[in-house]
């Protein structure tokens, strides 16, 4: 195990020890959440999987959020272990710190950093494929995991109610990042209604990526789609004193090679204390 990877492992271990006392001591909202592709709703698995959970605490005009992830090759193609892979593996761990998006001020403010290593990710993702008795794949993994890497970034998101002459009023929102790991800008126009204690809302958009050091990481190097087009639908509702969102995101996939649709079920619990 590299330096490198002990000093991520240590430092993403503090940080979520202080998101957890912070959260013992003063909270206000937690959630739990997760991104899955191969439990989408139109099929067991599309474009290449990606598998994120993670919490987010919320205070005040504050955000917390330790996000877990896992980027793989195609998985889809089962057909024998020296598939040819389409993009590298990696295990990813997220640490954002941000201001949350409030009425009153349109700009808000965030930064991260992100690092890929060896963090156990890849075992609970074996775990999973042994309950549902599908193949294992953590050693073809390892033929193609990418190095080991630390980055840094900022972004700034904007929002605002705008009139439209299809959707009328509706929210535009931007986000823009940058970062040794990537820069981007992401446009959409969003809304939602209640009806019978149930939110819907949608959101249609435009992502625009310059680079993507995930994306084209070694030892595959992928090519990158820099235009990236999306559409999301869900719901949010109460149940027991929780809230309860479940989303739906539909998207053309991060690497250039595949034009398939890539869907991704966004699913997660809030608790305010």
């Known amino acids: 195990m590299t330096p490198q990877t002990n000093f991520s492992k240590s430092f993403f271990t503090f940080a979520c020890a202080l998101l957890t006392a912070n959260v013992a001591n003063c909270g206000e909202t937690l959630t739990a959440y997760f991104y899955n592709d191969s439990v989408n709703g139109f099929q067991l698995s599309d474009a290449y999987e990606t598998h994120n959970m993670g919490l987010r605490y919320e205070k005040g005009n504050y955000y917390a959020q330790l996000d877990l992830g896992i980027v793989s090759p195609d998985m889809w193609v089962y057909k024998n272990q020296y598939r040819e892979a389409n993009r590298s593996f990696g295990e ?26 060896e963090f156990g990710i890849d075992k609970m993702q074996d775990f999973a494929h042994k309950l549902l008795f599908l193949q294992p794949v953590n050693e073809i993994n390892d033929l ?45 126009l969003s809304d939602s209604m209640l009806r019978n204690a149930v ?41 027991f004193g929780y809230g309860i969102f479940v989303r739906e995101i539909l998207s053309l996939p991060t690497i250039a090679s595949d034009d398939d649709i890539f869907a991704v079920l966004n699913a997660g619990i809030s608790l305010k204390f």
Not at 104 to 112: A, E, F, I, K, L
Not at 160 to 172: D, Q, S
């Open 199 to 239: 939110t819907y809302g949608y959101s249609v958009g435009l992502e625009a990526v310059a680079y993507d050091e995930i994306v084209t990481a070694a030892p595959i190097e992928a090519e990158l789609r820099h235009v990236i087009p999306f559409a999301s639908f869900g719901v949010e509702f109460d149940l």
């Open 144 to 188: 193609v995991r990418m190095p080991d890497e630390t980055w840094f970034g900022v972004g700034a998101r904007f929002n605002r109610e705008v009139t439209t002459p299809v959707l009328g009023e509706t929210i535009f929102a931007a986000d823009a990042y940058v970062g040794s790991d990537r820069t981007s800008i992401q446009v959409s």
């Open 92 to 117: 990813v761990v997220t640490l954002e710190l941000g201001q949350s998006v409030a009425r009153d001020s349109p700009t808000s403010y965030y930064c991260n950093v992100k690092s890929v290593g």
